[in-house]
């Protein structure tokens, strides 16, 4: 639960510390190339080697690597879900079809695809949370599938089957909200993944393009930065640590609320 | 178990295919070809260049054409490299990726087991607390920034390993690159084997042996470790294809000719021949992956067996 | 019991696989004589060569290990002159048309064979067969029928080139060409060894099968590792090879080069991480080379499309507005030349001319900047807005945004920066449609000004701006029927005014090498070409090297 308020306070910072910073995260400033952090001048995280302010930079890639996490696990869980509710109600051969794509798209060397998608699309920032959506549904349904499957056979299903309630609106009314415990758990493990998926493109030139920036990215060019000027790396580096620390540390609490509550 | 065998191998025919046909339309599409380049060459030597390697013909042909050629196991020339087949390519580098990420695996579930082990052991006190944290750093620091440095410290400051792969010809230049790519994969492992055995030993099968007199060692080794072993099991196939990703990585900063190393030059130099084999090679890999871990899994709990 | 047997079985198969594989390559192909014999010289390669045929290769990468493992019938020193190769003397006709080379009698293969004119001329019409699909099949475009064949509307072997006995090449030109000895140093016209074509046919050019004529044969190559190369004995020049034994290396990240270098790996780096150039000016005094080279770094317009087309006046305020000495000196920084002209100077028998305002301060300049920009329709009010597209370099990146602080605050143009991978830029560059300011440059293929001006013509197909101008193409037309020297010089510096004048592009800067080089490697010498030949070099003692 720690990590939870950490969490929360990073996300603020990182909203508001670039509205009250006088420093822009685009303006070059060629006078004050790599200064290293100092309250004095006015950049407390120190500037980078175009001369720009590190901590809004920071602050920047922060949101950046908050949204491109949130928004690829949303829609991971979107289709997961979705796809996993229908094929685990829905059951027989369908259930039989829908699980055999999936095993099929198991089998494709996703990081590749991910890879050719990005060189294709002229790596645009909407296709990044795309192309990491897509790698992580897969989990999610087959997860998801063996909830339902087990949900199925509740009494309330059963009932809204007795009268007459139709299939998708089982699905979303009664089954999605039982769901919620199982996906939470999994979204928050998952968000860990998504970042450094990102950070991970990043290295390779093909994740968010300046003058974006996120802390994947950030702590790439730092690490070029090393031994010149080790604050250029040291601070996103030690915050994408600690962002990735706090969410595995939420999804374990997470799931041992969940679980303790389901098997009372 | 042979005919499940033979029956998983089939059904992965319709799924090579369709990773094939993505992969060609995907590869197409990406804008520029092979051979642009800042120094634009006038039309009649791009048409000779696009005769040649049958870059003018329609889309549909050229797929058949390469369907043709996989079917009788040639994946075509290399764009990029034009003195090599794709076969001959992926001969040469895929045994290296295979060292890499078979000693990476290795690593990561032997030192991960026993760190889990150790920290199951003595849950909640300084060493369980201080080995789960060194198991985390592994999962907070991605890959390219642990590399870097252990080169900065390991090879040029202190001179102890070499600083790439063909900077010796020792068996020490694997060191850094199996140790880089296990890190993130030694945390998971442990944590997972930590859990999974904590909550095996407060079961009632293990309380029983403990009440017969069974030392823990043995309660371990002979009880608690088969089942706890279930979970990273099943991490396995994750683990292969995090390995995989993280060894594009790795093959980069380290300098090794491996499989992913070829992939990522071959799709920023759309090297089509070369990206199509690669995708379809590990394609077939990782169905074949998917395969031993489900037979593995059967063996290991005897109740899947019978399915 | 019968699970935990085919769980051990299996992890005893797997390491067992594992290590037999560690033993194989470990103990393969890169042992012989390096470990023990004579220590090898390791080079740096930025690139990947994507082949090491010689009418095939394309990358400068390649032709740097080609010009090792080969000879023109013209080479050069250390120092950049050009001296015989496998040709021990020339002649030229005096209307410039023939050109007549006897070979050495003492050239041969790495196999023994002699190399005769005959291999020269099967190098030669390979290069322009279209079967063969060379790039740089337009290099000889001035020799009788080169253009013909390439199209398709002639046969190979009606190329002007005849060998007319063993060891006499004679070679036939439509046009004058001053710089044919320069480009006949370039591996694409290596001479071929034929029977080893007619042995292996298109995999010639492999490890154990690729005949050498240069100092240097193809021992061994890992691709995307290393590239192995041994000693020439049958080298008519062997003689004064001092190296054994020479590795190329792969290193596509320039942190990792500089890493490699620090640990001992390599004794020449193929380049300098900009990151590190401060601190390496400082600690490595003695081994960084920096020389200029004959490359330019420029914006170019696109002069098909609005608001460029038609509108010199524009394009010489954005022009103006660059401070070039802030970009070298504060963004780049490592050495380079800020360009007033588009050739590069240390051309051959050529002095480049300067941009009309070269010699003015920045506030003339931005002055003048300002009232073109206005009398060109723009004010603050209604700013110029635009695009600069660049491919994703941190360098280009750097200097896209300097840029783009520079046309705001001398003009309040507002531009755009778009970052764009390689290939797509290449590719909307070529298509015209969408760019309206790019990034690009340009490397001279041979040592003269034709190399630059060359593709601004209107029917160059790396005329990337669409520059069109009569006048400038029926100078360098003029130019290329010059046989004197000094008249060909005129016309072609005539050109450059013309084409400076109208800004069809913004020069920015003319690219540097950057090298380092242990200090036990000798005969080193920096050349605006930037070959360096490893049959010049040599490898002394390192301090504390307990090696024999």
Redesign the interface.
């Known amino acids: 639960m720690v990590s939870g308020g950490v969490l929360c306070a990073i996300g603020l910072v990182a909203v508001i510390g670039p509205w009250i910073s006088p420093n822009e995260y685009l303006t070059?400033d060629?006078n004050n190339?790599l200064r290293s952090p100092a309250f004095a001048d006015g950049h407390v995280f120190g500037t980078d080697?175009?001369g720009r302010d590190l901590f809004v930079r920071t602050m920047m890639g922060v949101q950046v690597t908050f949204a491109v996490a949130i928004v690829a696990s949303i829609v991971s869980l979107v289709i997961g879900v979705l796809y996993g509710a229908t094929a685990g109600f829905v059951g027989g051969r369908v259930d039989a079809v829908m699980m055999r794509l999936v095993?099929?798209l198991?089998?494709?060397?996703?990081?590749?695809?991910v890879?050719?998608?990005l060189?294709?699309f002229?790596?645009n920032f909407l296709l990044i949370f795309v192309a990491i959506g897509a790698i992580n549904w897969l989990?999610m349904a087959r997860i998801v599938r063996g909830q339902t499957l087990s949900l199925r056979e509740r009494e309330f299903v059963q009932a809204a089957q007795l009268l007459g309630v139709s299939t998708p609106k089982i699905i979303l009314r009664h089954i999605a909200p039982n769901l919620i415990g199982v996906v939470i758990v999994y979204v928050t493990l998952t968000i860990?993944q998504a970042i450094?998926?990102e950070?991970?493109l990043s290295?390779?030139?093909l994740g968010v393009?300046?003058p974006q920036t996120s802390l994947?990215k950030l702590?790439?060019d730092g690490?070029?930065?090393?031994?010149?000027a080790a604050w250029l790396?040291l601070i996103p580096?030690t915050l994408?640590?600690?962002i990735?620390?706090c969410f595995?540390f939420l999804g374990d609490g997470m799931r041992d609320l969940f679980d303790s509550r389901r098997s009372e | 178990m042979l005919r499940y065998t033979l029956r998983r191998l089939l059904g992965?025919i319709?799924?090579?295919f369709?990773?094939i046909v993505?992969?060609f339309l995907?590869?197409h599409?990406?804008?520029g070809g092979p051979f642009d380049d800042e120094r634009a060459l006038p039309a009649e030597i791009e048409a000779n260049i696009a005769a040649a390697y049958h870059l003018d013909e329609p889309l549909p042909l050229q797929f058949l054409r390469y369907l043709g050629g996989v079917v009788r196991g040639d994946f075509g020339p290399s764009y990029s490299y034009r003195d090599y087949t794709v076969s001959e390519l992926i001969g040469r580098s895929f045994p290296v990726s295979l060292q890499l990420g078979v000693l990476a695996m290795l690593l990561a579930a032997v030192t991960g087991v026993s760190l889990g082990v150790v920290a199951a052991l003595r849950p909640n006190t300084a060493l369980d607390k201080i080995v789960m944290g060194v198991a985390?750093?592994g999962?907070?620091?991605?890959?390219?920034?642990i590399a870097?440095?252990l080169v900065?410290l390991l090879a040029v400051q202190l001179q102890w390993l070499p600083a790439s792969w063909t900077g010796s010809e020792s068996s020490s230049r694997l060191l850094l690159p199996v140790i880089s790519l296990a890190l993130p994969q030694i945390a998971y492992i442990a944590r997972l084997t930590r859990a999974s055995l904590i909550e095996v030993l407060s079961s009632d099968f293990i309380r029983t042996a403990r009440a017969q007199g069974l030392g823990t060692a043995a309660i371990v080794r002979y009880h608690a470790l088969k089942p706890a072993m279930l979970p990273v099991l099943s991490y396995m196939g994750?683990a292969v294809?995090a390995v995989?990703?993280g060894s594009?990585?790795v093959e980069?900063i380290f300098g090794i000719p491996g499989l992913g190393q070829l992939?990522?030059r071959g799709?920023?130099n759309r090297d089509y021949t070369l990206?199509l084999g690669?995708?379809i090679f590990?394609?077939a890999l990782?169905?074949l992956l998917?395969l031993i871990v489900d037979l593995l899994y059967g063996a290991i709990d005897p109740r899947i067996r019978r399915r | 019991m019968k699970t935990i047997r085919l769980l051990s079985v299996i992890l005893v198969l797997l390491a067992g696989a594992a290590l037999i594989l560690q033993g194989c390559s470990g103990g393969g192909s890169d042992q012989e004589a390096s470990r023990s014999g004579p220590p090898a010289l390791n080079r740096a390669l930025a690139a990947e060569p994507e082949s090491l045929d010689p009418q095939k290769s394309r990358s400068t990468q390649a032709a740097d290990v080609l010009r090792d493992i080969g000879e023109g019938l013209v080479t050069y020193t250390a120092a950049g002159e050009l001296v015989p190769g496998t040709a021990a003397s020339w002649e030229m006709s005096d209307d410039g048309l023939t050109y007549t080379f006897r070979l050495r009698e003492d050239a041969r293969w790495s196999n023994g064979d002699p190399v005769t004119a005959a291999d020269f001329v099967f190098g030669l019409q390979r290069l322009v067969d279209p079967a063969t699909a060379a790039f740089y099949a337009a290099e000889l475009g001035n020799v009788v029928n080169a253009a013909a064949i390439v199209a398709g509307d002639k046969e190979p072997d009606e190329l002007g080139v005849a060998a007319t006995d063993e060891h006499t090449l004679v070679v036939s030109l439509e046009r004058p060409t001053p710089y044919l000895l320069s480009l006949l140093t370039h591996p694409s016209t290596f001479p071929v060894h034929r029977g080893s074509v007619a042995q292996h046919g298109d995999a010639f050019a492999r490890p154990g099968t690729l005949l050498s004529n240069g100092a240097y044969a193809l021992a061994d190559w890992e691709p995307g590792a290393v590239i192995d190369l041994q000693r020439n004995t049958h080298y008519w020049n062997d003689a004064e090879t001092s190296i054994d034994h020479v590795r190329y290396h792969v290193v596509t990240q320039e942190?990792a080069e500089f890493n490699r270098y620090r640990a001992g790996e390599l004794h020449v780096t193929s380049t300098v991480?900009p990151?590190?150039f401060?601190?390496i000016r400082a600690d490595y005094a003695g081994e960084l080379h920096v020389a200029p080279t004959l490359g330019v770094y420029y914006y170019g317009f696109n002069l098909t499309r609005p608001p460029f087309a038609d509108n010199p006046e524009l394009r010489q305020a954005l022009s103006m507005a660059i401070d070039r000495k802030?970009l070298v000196e504060?963004?780049t920084g490592r050495g380079e030349a800020p360009a007033y002209s588009w050739v590069p100077p240390g051309v051959d028998n050529y002095e480049p001319v300067q941009l009309p305002y070269a010699g003015l301060s920045r506030q003339e300049r931005n002055a003048i900047a300002q009232s073109l920009y206005r009398k060109a329709g723009y004010s603050k009010k209604k700013p110029l807005r635009f695009e600069l597209r660049y491919n994703?370099l941190d360098t280009h990146?750097?200097i896209a945004?300097?840029a783009q602080?520079m046309w705001r605050d001398v003009l309040g143009a507002e531009a755009t920066?778009v970052?764009?991978?390689f290939q797509?830029l290449l590719d909307q560059m070529r298509e015209r449609e969408v760019t309206q300011l790019f990034r690009s440059s340009w490397f001279g293929d041979y040592n003269d000004a034709n190399s630059f001006l060359a593709i601004m013509q209107s029917d160059s197909a790396a005329n990337i701006p669409g520059y069109s101008n009569a006048e400038y193409d029926e100078l360098l037309r003029s130019a290329g029927e010059q046989v004197d020297l000094a008249r060909r010089r005129l016309y072609l510096e005539e050109a450059e005014r013309v084409l400076l004048a109208d800004h069809a592009v913004i020069p920015l800067y003319f690219y540097v090498s950057k090298h380092l080089v242990k200090p036990e490697v000798g005969g080193w010498q920096d050349n605006t070409l930037n070959y360096h030949y490893s049959q010049h070099l040599s490898l002394g003692a390192v301090e504390g090297d307990t090696r024999p």
Not at chain 1, 223 to 228: L, N, R, V, W, Y
């Open positions: 070059a060629f190339i080697d175009l095993d099929t198991y089998a494709m060397p996703f990081i590749f695809f890879i050719l998608l060189v294709v002229e790596r989990d860990p450094l998926i950070s991970f290295f390779l030139g393009q300046e994947g702590v790439n690490t070029d930065q090393m031994e010149g790396l580096a994408l640590a600690v990735l620390l595995n | 992965a319709p799924t090579l369709l990773v993505l992969a995907l590869v599409a990406a804008p985390m750093t999962i907070s620091i991605p890959v390219f920034v870097p440095l900065l994750p294809a995989l990703t594009v990585v980069e992939f990522v799709s920023l990206v690669v995708v590990y394609a990782i169905v998917n | 942190l991480p990151e590190n401060e601190q802030v504060r963004i994703t990146q750097r945004l300097a602080a920066i970052n764009v991978e797509v």
